[in-house]
């Protein structure tokens, strides 16, 4: 079998080929999938190399992105740990991949001479020697100067030396905040404070589509089930024909779709039917477990993907008001006694029909964390603002951190999402002036205490996450890597803003 396999969307195909004969001439064996037989059998052809070979190289693009077989591939590799992720295209990686660290070839002109190659090539090889990879580290910035003795260099003369020295040392000494920080963003991770009691993410959610990613169990009571034939599958009108359509008789029984392959990633799409009708149900809630970590990210489309991580527990998601809808199901299995005509090893499509009166879909996930995407079909018009629509519960969300950043799989170093920006304002020491935060700026808050989320929205019109916050936070910064400002205030602001203090401000032009 071969030691290197190639991962990679269909539509990329010119540039695998080009890095499969590559490796090829460095004298490596290298698997993709032209090498498949006619007549072999695609997915187990397909499992078996992916299981053989000791090296997987992930070819991350929008295309690969978007493609189911690409992401379970991935997470096989990443599973087995010989996954190398090769980033083709910037922001291409998807959620659940951004803290695995990739080579960038953004610039690769498909020499095996190019800086990239050699790079990738000494990767593979330590991988297929059982070696350690030494790749760059993130950057880190370093803590700013102060800058409040600027403030003193005006004292007047008249103020004696003892004042000038205590307010002096003061200005050395700092205090840990009461912010309120409002921010537009296309991220957001945090992770909700412990021993607390489960806690309500969002509030019921109308949706156009709904993927759910590493799902455990999926279970429905429709008055109908259908399934369509994959033969019959229109490519001209992307779309089944009525035709394809096989009514299952379900007699009342509760259906049930369980992950049954441990190769492929489970995962279900749940969208309108083939009407096209503006929302497919509604997403009742998400609870949240103790200490589960949340990442949110926001894309052009105004698609939400959330991922979320919890030490114990698995989540629990249901859905209701529905009527009839499409579920696209990978890597899944339907309960016994259903008579389906083909096999399931395979990606179907079902219709969930309820005639009489609204129903529920209630899934599980697999393990201690899934991705979740969720569409709202809304248009529009130009020219007009619409309404952000909420995606926080009506009470606040108590959290323990807080990060906005990404990490760059290219470089390793924590970026902030493109458009961030936002205020910080002072609720103690009060009288503090607020600090706007830059465009494309970092903002860092840590130690906090008391700390909780209050709103999240999405703007639909700027594509953005809208986020409020506010505690206390013993570590605050903001500004570039080259030029970091820290924006906790010292023991002499708390005394200059006070209220008592204000003659003495006066007097010396503080």
Known sequence: ???????????????????????????????????????????????????????????????????????????EALNQEKVVPVLLEANAIPLAFTGIQALCFLGWNGSSGSKEFEILFSVIQAKLEGRSVELPKASSTKASVMGKLVALLGIKAMVGGILALLLIGSSFVRVAPVISVHVETARIEFSVAPDLDDKRLTDALPFGTLTVENVGKLSVSPDRLLVADPADYDMASDSYPPKAWLDLPINGRTVQFAADRPSISSEITIETTEDKAAVAGQLDGIVLTDEAVVSMEVSNDNALTWLIRTKQGRQRVVMSGIHAVQLLETGMKASSGLSIPFPQDQE????????????????????????????????????????????????????????????????????????????????????????????????TLDHLDHFEITSISVDQENHQLVVDLKGQAGYVKTGTADNPQDLRPTFFDRIRYSPLFEPVRKLIGL
Request: charge should be negative; aromatic fraction near 10%.
């Open 348 to 443: 179907l499509t079902y219709q969930i029909i309820f005639e009489h009166k609204p129903g529920t879909i209630e899934l599980f996930g697999q393990d201690q964390a899934f991705v979740l995407v969720l569409k709202e079909k809304q248009t529009i018009p130009t020219g007009m603002k619409t309404a952000q629509q909420k995606f926080i519960s009506r009470s606040v969300l108590p959290i323990q951190a807080v990060d906005f950043s990404w990490q760059d799989p290219g470089t390793g170093e924590r970026q902030s999402p493109e458009g961030f920006s936002g205020t910080v304002e002072y609720l103690s020491p009060q009288g503090m002036p607020s600090v706007s935060i830059e465009k494309n700026a970092f903002l």
């Open 1 to 75: 079998m071969k030691e290197v396999f190639i991962s990679y969307a269909s539509e990329d195909r010119p540039v695998a080929q080009r890095l499969a004969a590559a490796l090829e001439q460095s004298g490596l064996s290298v698997w993709w999938d032209r090498q498949i037989q006619v007549g072999s059998e695609w997915d187990k052809t397909i499992e078996d190399a992916l299981a053989a070979a000791k090296c997987v190289v992930v070819l991350w693009t929008g295309h690969a992105k978007n493609s189911r077989w690409v992401r379970a591939e991935a997470r």
